[in-house]
């Protein structure tokens, strides 16, 4: 078992080293699961076989202790030398490889079952969302709002909340589902969504936005101007680059119902499909974002973003967010 054990722990650092090396894209839900399947075995393996065979073993080797002292003491012999004890704590004592499997189980679960079922930790990997999320933010994502979800297959299991406009969601990326993606949700299910001439309009009415002067962009180095929108009850703040065509970037992909979509030299219209919702950037200028690739479907929705728990270099972005 000390062979397998290693060999397991072996295969574990070469998938997460070829992770960290971007050899490939990881799925720390898969492996959460898989950890907590195998240590699972384990720790049933400790609780019912080899634990009560350690017991058992201690118990004999006490046994005998007792015999051999009892035999003595018919011969006259009341003083016996030798302590069984440290004997029986070594017997006892759990190896190395229960210790880091059997052990780790309890650990393992509690975090697998708080990170499917509830809370998710993820970090902004890009400027996207500025300056709702900042590059470095850490934030906890509620994975119960939008619904109960199986782990792993993130099949809906119990319905609860749907995206509104305005919510700030994890989900995962339609192209790529390996990967994990936030942005902002600015149309549901029915809506018809215009940005044209970096303007948004939901259902033909103009997003409310009021100027809210320059916002310093620190990955730019420059200076952007910042508005405050309205969308539904949420008030946020996006960016605008009026230096920016308004729209740029790649040809729009062909993606599942981009017959909805009709795209000029203005920007974009999409008529969103049941069940799919169209995402936004915040930072609008620099956002790859449903104008791009398209709607993304109900069952690819991890979660709705609702607090910065830490960022390294700025303590006072921790805090909840709109």
């Known amino acids: 078992m000390s062979t397998l054990t290693a060999v397991l722990y072996g295969a574990l650092v070469v998938y997460l080293g070829g992770w960290f090396l971007g050899q490939w894209t990881g799925n720390f839900s898969l492996l959460l699961f898989l950890l907590s399947a195998v240590t699972l075995c384990y720790w049933l393996a400790e609780r019912f076989h080899f634990r009560p065979a350690r017991q058992a073993a201690a118990a004999e080797l006490e046994r005998q202790d007792a015999a051999r002292r009892e035999d003595l003491a018919r011969q006259g012999i009341a003083k016996v030398d030798g302590d069984v004890g440290a004997a029986k704590e070594k017997i006892l004592e759990q190896p190395w490889w229960l210790d ?20 998710e930790p993820f970090k902004i990997p890009s400027g996207s969302m500025i300056p709702t999320l900042l590059v470095g933010d850490l934030i906890l994502v509620n994975k119960y709002h939008y619904g109960i979800r199986l782990p792993v297959i993130n099949k809906k299991i119990i319905a609860n909340h749907d995206p509104e406009r305005g919510d700030v969601v994890v989900f995962r990326y339609p192209i ?39 916002f310093y962009n620190e990955d730019r180095l420059r200076y952007s101007p910042m508005f405050s929108e309205k969308l539904g009850a949420v008030e946020h ?9 308004a729209f740029y970037g790649p040809e729009p992909k062909s993606f599942p119902m981009h017959e909805n979509c009709q795209y000029s030299a203005e920007g974009v219209t999409c008529k969103v499909p049941p069940g799919h919702y169209f995402m936004m950037g915040d930072n609008r200028d620099d956002s790859q974002d449903s104008r791009f690739w398209g709607f993304v479907p109900d069952e690819n929705i991890v979660g709705k973003a609702f607090f910065v728990w830490m960022n390294l270099g700025d303590l006072g972005r921790i805090g909840s967010f709109h």
Do not use: C, H
């Not at 880091?100 to 809370?119: D, E, K, Y």
């Not at 994990?180 to 303007?199: A, L, S, T, W």
């Open 176 to 214: 790529d589902p390996r990967v994990d993606y936030i942005k902002r949700v600015v149309g549901v299910p029915g809506d018809e969504i215009r940005y044209v001439n970096q303007k948004l309009y939901v259902n033909g009415q103009p997003a409310p936005v009021t100027p809210l002067g320059d």
């Open 237 to 245: 703040r996006i960016l605008v680059d009026p230096n920016r065509p």
């Open 100 to 119: 880091w499997t059997a052990g780790l189980f309890p650990v393992i679960v509690v975090i697998f079952l708080l990170r499917s079922f509830m809370f």
